[in-house]
């Protein structure tokens, strides 16, 4: 079986619990007891323990092997869903939590620096996209059956689901551990980032984690937003989230690779400013299906940003020490998304609901054009060091 081929089949059938964890968990935490505060306290401890392990990840796989890092997230994912089909208690929930981050650090660093390894320059999006719309189908499909799940086995709704979610993580272990291989970037010899590239890249994780702050502000508040201003009815909220759903299942790949050819840099540039601007409308907007449209719109945009994200870590560090690159990318960026909703809850209750959105809107356009800056710079510098080398 081809790499690529085999990874993405990991990856989707990893994928199966995401939303259905992210949608469902506060609900199954207060079915066993647990106090709102204990419920906080269990999404805490999931972030804390992401953004210690990355730069701690990152390290490990590119000493030990991204396939290594790539079976222990998924073995502890697996782990994860055994403790949450057997949890009774806060001990068991707080444990699950635990590995939970635990098994996302080893997970995602591992794929984004194996999509990175299986890639080169000019198909590096194209790649990223191409895992993305796999997570995406394995996580519409998982939610689904979840769903499904629930209604059929109420009284013991999680625990099925839970245990369903064994399953596709224990096949996607099997695939890790059987049809995965080694990415032939281990075996070559890592050199020390030059002084030149870690600057650059240290500008750049300062700008991830930037945006990242700035996109998770509306976080926590977006769907009470849409419920004291669009609908109260629960179901088209949960329609305004299908349009990008299905969109992703194919969307993601072509956007990689129209990026690859014309410009990761422009299409980057061009995404966040056309979602900053988006963000501003969302407030003017009152009619539930111009909102539907605005939040469309945005998922789309979003589809270009992310696999141009991944792709430009490596645009900028160099070829050396992926793992190590990219955890702390996701250090940075797991900083930005820990602060963002604080500071996002802060606005929406104290200073105005729709402030939130506009203040979201323009500083993202501001982080667009410091993204203009900071890579027509590192362009600048490129032609001069090149021009020096021919002379």
């Known amino acids: 079986m081809d790499n690529l081929k085999a990874l993405k089949k990991t990856v989707f059938f990893i994928s199966f619990p995401l939303s259905f964890i992210g949608f469902l968990f506060p609900i199954y935490a207060y079915s066993k007891g647990i106090s709102v505060m204990e419920v906080g306290l269990l999404y805490s401890v999931f972030t804390l323990f992401t953004i210690i392990m990355r730069p701690i990840v990152g390290t490990f796989i590119d000493k030990k092997g991204r396939k290594l890092g790539l079976i222990l997230g998924i073995a502890f994912y697996s782990f994860v869903n055994l403790l949450l089909m057997l ?66 086995f109420w009284q013991e709704s999680f625990k099925a689901a839970f245990s369903l979610y064994l399953v596709t993580s224990l096949i996607s272990l099997y695939f890790a551990i059987t049809k995965v291989e080694e990415t032939e970037a281990l075996k070559t010899c890592y050199e020390e980032e030059k002084k030149h590239a870690n600057r650059n890249f240290n500008t750049f994780l300062i700008l991830m984690g930037l945006l990242a702050f700035v996109s998770s502000l509306t976080g926590n508040v977006y769907l009470i937003y849409m419920r004291d201003n669009i609908t109260k009815e629960l179901y088209l909220m949960a329609y305004l989230f299908l349009p990008g759903a299905i969109l992703s299942l194919f969307l993601p790949k072509r956007f990689g690779k129209v990026s690859d050819k014309h410009s990761r840099e422009k299409m980057f540039i061009i995404s966040i400013l056309f979602t900053g601007i988006l963000y501003i409308l969302l407030p003017v907007v009152k009619s539930y299906v111009y909102f539907l449209i605005v939040h469309t719109l945005i998922s789309i945009f979003l589809m270009v940003e992310g696999p141009v994200e991944s792709a430009l870590v490596i ?38 609901s729709k402030i939130v959105f506009y203040a979201k809107g323009m500083l993202i356009i501001i982080l667009c054009i410091f993204s203009v800056v900071y890579f027509n710079r590192i362009r600048h510098k490129e032609i001069h060091r090149g021009k020096l080398i021919n002379n």
């Open 87 to 152: 949890g009774e208690d806060i001990k068991y929930l707080m444990a699950a939590r635990i590995f939970q981050g635990i098994a996302s650090t080893f997970l995602w660093i591992s794929v984004d620096t194996m999509i990175s390894d299986l890639s080169h320059g000019k198909n590096r999006s194209e790649i990223f996209g191409t895992i993305d719309q796999s997570i995406n189908k394995g996580d519409l499909l998982g939610v689904i059956l979840g769903f499904i799940v629930v209604g059929y």
């Open 315 to 352: 645009d900028v560090v160099g070829e050396n020490q992926r793992g190590k690159s990219y955890g702390k990318y996701k250090f940075a960026i797991g900083m930005g998304n820990m602060l963002g909703p604080i500071a996002g809850s802060y606005i929406y209750e104290n200073i105005g």
